[in-house]
């Protein structure tokens, strides 16, 4: 007879007395801190920061959680069916704790040691436990971790609504693949926002909280369908759905659009510099108002100047004309004259980066193609050769008034070649022009006066002598038409007659980072600059003869809406050329599309927009540009492979028209098909004002008149040049010899 009583009293020791100590023990705080309503009240989930573009759409987000709370309102009604019919069906009855379930889950774990019994657990229990997780308290952890989260729910139950707890919890829960929050498993999985989801949608995303990587329709769609059925016949079964609705629903095939975290946004290489902007701007907040946001963590809304369609389009672009252009390239170093030329650059790669060791070595790597992407295993060799020959190109939009970025594409892939060629920095050939004449407007020079075309030899520098693209010489070209046609000659002739200090101070107030050298090929471009260096500068000739700076962002709120930092985008102060002179480039430029180096702008790539514009080819086509602008937009594109050694050999393939002036072209065409941006960017040049008008009214070229021929047998034609400029030289060739040129 005492043995059933020793059963008997062990048993209510067990199930009663060792329990509610326990309790006691964990609710006085003794196996650890349990938060009161005020601290429930202050939790806050870990939010990714949104990115924005001006248009208000996603481009991107900086997280340590991949997480983007909603509102309840967003979340659809069959959501939250969904999830009360398959995780807690008494959710509304009870006040956090399901006391049916807490016992039973209690005698199987203690009586029977289950301790993989699971269940018993609320939608407000589980979301304690995602809030702040479970602590490792020894053989009674189980126990002890349920009697905390069963205390805490009480306590949520009382600080918050069901719906409050319900929004709560969809935020907060884990879906894998570093996702929270159903907004973002909405996002990742079937590429839509929450509220977009169909009932069969949601019924996999409740699904995979029992086992998110078992259930993960990416990894096991099987699975993940046979569990979105479980979820559906919960449904039906507390009257959700009508069993025709549920049993049609789960004849359906699982379907998703899995939307890839590696596949890339449309603005990868912008991103990295919003997020350097943002944290300047968020540390220079914190010295003013102590208040610190953390943007990996805060859910910030970041809202940018990028315009989304546009950038599309210009993304567009690379596409469209460098994957031909990267085909003729291909071809050309396929040829046998090609083949010996890469072998022989390779040859010289290898051993600068001293792989010759390892040139067979086969490696796995990430093949870029225009076509897709794929993983290919290569030798070091061949992984050389591939990346010399890849033609890598950057385009970026300014407004020119503001400095807005309106398109940043920083190259091909960001995944495969994540350095921004925004950011390279390449011989600025023809482009630099602009420069050299704006010095010489500043100092008083016309746009008609004319310029010598004779052929020019200087001792000192091997008998270097500057040389037209087309090879011609002889007559003269006005300062204008010597611009819009892109002449060497005449332009070293300027060059030779301006202040090298005036144009090295013009250098820098535009902002330029490098410095000049005051060397002969100055004149034609050999100084080094990037793109969004170019750009700025550039504006200056759109916008009157201001300096701007690019800026990208427009304002940064926090989750709740509230204006943190707006960016009131002030008008450029700071003068950095006179009216006269910018409008006089402008109207040079302007005629440099119409009818010079940029004609194909118009001509064959069917632009019809007001513009002006500038191509620069560099030494033996290694890097082609263009650089465009009306009083709305100043864009500019480069392109060139990341070796001078590997480009075109010829002009057809290589030049800045041929190469560089078709990612404009392309990208400005799609806008205007595009009503919107058609009026944004459509802006006609202002007329001439009165004192200018007829300032470019003179033939480009014309020949010497009789008196300037006599002259030139006189001349000294040998020049000496120095750093202080150029000197005549010394010796005089004879008479005779001018006219016999011997």
């Known amino acids: 007879m005492k043995k059933p009583w020793i059963i008997i009293i062990v048993s209510i020791v067990l199930t009663f007395i060792i329990p509610g100590l326990i309790y006691l023990f964990v609710y006085w705080g003794l196996f650890g801190h349990l938060q009161n309503k005020e601290e429930l009240l202050k939790f806050k989930n870990v939010t990714a920061s949104v990115v924005l573009s001006v248009e208000g759409e996603p481009i991107g987000k900086f997280y340590a959680e991949n997480r983007t709370n909603v509102s309840y309102s967003q979340i659809p009604a069959h959501l939250i069916e969904a999830l009360i019919a398959t995780e807690d069906a008494r959710y509304f009855e009870h006040d956090g704790v399901d006391t049916r379930s807490l016992f039973r889950v209690l005698f199987k774990t203690i009586l029977l040691s289950d301790r993989d019994s699971g269940g018993g657990s609320t939608i407000t229990q589980q979301l304690v436990k995602n809030m702040y997780g479970r602590k490792n308290d020894g053989s009674f952890s189980i126990l002890i971790n349920k009697i905390k989260e069963a205390i805490l729910a009480s306590r949520l139950e009382k600080a918050f609504s069901k719906e409050e707890i319900l929004n709560l919890y969809l935020n907060t829960i884990a879906f894998g693949e570093n996702v929270y929050g159903i907004e973002a498993a909405s996002g990742r999985y079937f590429n839509k926002k929450v509220e977009n989801l169909k009932v069969e949608e949601s019924a996999v995303l409740v699904g995979m909280l029992k086992a998110n990587t078992y259930y993960n329709p990416r990894l096991y769609p099987e699975n993940a369908r046979n569990r979105r059925n479980v979820v559906l016949k919960q449904m039906e079964k507390y009257k959700y759905l009508i069993p025709a609705e549920a049993d049609s629903l789960c004849k359906l095939p699982l379907i998703q659009d899995y939307a890839k975290p590696e596949s890339g946004g449309p603005a990868d290489y912008f991103l990295v510099h919003v997020r350097k902007e943002a944290e300047k701007i ?57 083949k010996r030329s890469l072998e022989k650059i390779t040859e010289n790669e290898l051993t600068r980066q001293n792989l010759k060791k390892r040139s067979e070595e086969i490696i796995s790597q990430a093949i ?375």
């Open 282 to 338: 968020m540390e220079e907040i914190y010295s003013v108002t102590e208040k610190r946001w953390n943007i990996e963590q805060d859910g910030l809304i970041i809202t940018t100047t990028l315009n989304l369609e546009l950038q599309k389009h210009a993304l567009k672009s690379f596409h469209d004309h460098l994957s031909v252009m990267q085909n003729k390239l291909n071809e050309q170093y396929r040829s046998a004259s090609g």
């Open 368 to 742: 870029f193609n225009w076509n897709g992407t794929y993983l290919d295993s290569i030798s070091v060799t061949d992984s050389l050769k591939y990346s010399l020959t890849l033609l890598h190109a950057g385009l970026l939009v300014l407004d020119p008034a503001t400095g807005a970025v309106k398109v940043w594409v920083g190259g091909i892939d960001f995944k495969t070649q994540p350095y921004d060629q925004i950011y390279a920095r390449r011989q600025l050939a023809s482009v630099f022009k602009p420069f050299i004449f704006a010095v010489a407007l500043e100092e008083g020079m016309e746009p008609c006066q004319y310029l010598d075309n004779d052929s020019v030899i200087l001792s000192g520098f091997n008998d270097w002598s500057p040389e037209n693209y087309d090879h011609s010489f002889g007559g003269k070209y006005s300062l204008a038409g010597a611009l819009a046609q892109s002449m060497n000659i005449p332009t070293f002739s300027l060059f030779l007659n301006i202040s090298f200090d005036d144009l090295d101070s013009l250098w820098r107030k535009m902002g330029f980072s490098s410095s000049l050298e005051n060397t002969p090929s100055l004149a034609l471009g050999v100084s080094e600059a990037n793109i969004r260096e170019v750009a700025v500068a550039y504006s200056s000739f759109a916008n009157g003869g201001y300096r701007i700076s690019s800026q990208m962002i427009v304002s940064i709120r926090s989750p709740d809406g509230t204006l943190i930092y707006q960016n009131d985008f002030p008008e450029a102060a700071k003068r950095i050329m006179t009216e006269r002179t910018s409008t006089l480039i402008s109207a040079i430029l302007q005629k440099a599309v119409r009818e010079g180096t940029g004609a194909s702008l118009y001509r064959i790539m069917g632009v019809t927009i007001p513009m002006a514009g500038k191509t620069g080819t560099s030494q033996n086509y290694a890097d082609a540009w263009f650089a465009a602008f009306n009083p709305k937009l100043v864009i500019v594109s480069r392109v060139g492979a990341s070796s001078p050694a590997i480009h075109f050999n010829n002009g057809s393939n290589g030049s800045g028209s041929a190469l560089a002036l078709p990612l404009v072209a392309i990208t400005l065409k799609k806008a205007i098909s595009d009503p919107e941006l058609m009026r944004e960017i459509n802006t006609p040049f202002p007329d001439l004002p009165p004192g200018l008008r007829g300032a470019l009214d003179c033939p480009d070229f014309r020949e010497k008149n009789l008196f300037e021929k006599l002259q030139d047998l006189f001349k000294r034609d040998e020049l000496i040049f120095d750093k202080k400029g150029p000197e005549t030289e010394k010796r005089k060739k004879s008479f005779l010899e001018r006219i016999f040129k011997r």
